[in-house]
């Protein structure tokens, strides 16, 4: 399974545009990336599923460039209900299952 | 539509004593039924997965053992906890290229 590195923490102010970027070198072909949004004591709740390209729904964007070794989560406008942890995962569908890393601590100040 | 039930909420158990966590899935069949433990401030670690009624596939050696009785049933257990087995217990199911997770089960171990 590929493993995805992301950056331990981030601040930002309610109303900026949020980005977080995750490395995840050894991707292969059968591989989606998914980003997932948790809050303490609560299991992780879906927020974005891509295989190259641009992705959007009604919460946010991500980012995938061609060689797919990368993505970035884009979070439009936080508000200070978005502070969570926030993972990058690579789910291989061959095998039907996923790694997740340590996540991103994404601190949103008034 | 789907919904992912465990219990219990929250376990304080001794060391050496016996476990068992229950997870049941509705409205689906046949799920790809997981189960996770997320140690405090890490990500989320998969221990057991299971593909059908009675197919266990272990990730991490360790005290723990899982079972599947019925399709949309996935129990966690162990003979006699360790300290190190507290933590936040996750189970999930798959739909596709994407994971559900229950509301978890908080595990203390003293």
Redesign the interface.
Known sequence: LAKTTQPISMDSYEGQEVNITCSHNNIATNDYITWYQQFPSQGPRFIIQGYKTKVTNEVASLFIPADRKSSTLSLPRVSLSDTAVYYCLVFNTNAGKSTFGDGTTLTVKP | SQTIHQWPATLVQPVGSPLSLECTVEGTSNP?L?W?RQAA??????LF?S?GIGQISS?VPQNLSASRPQDRQFILSSKKLLLSDSG?Y?C?W?AE????????T?LTVL
Do not use: T
């Open positions: 790809n997981y996770y401030g890490r990500g989320l670690q998969l997965y593909v990730e936040f996750l999930a798959r290229n994407e994971q559900f997770f229950g509301p978890g908080r």
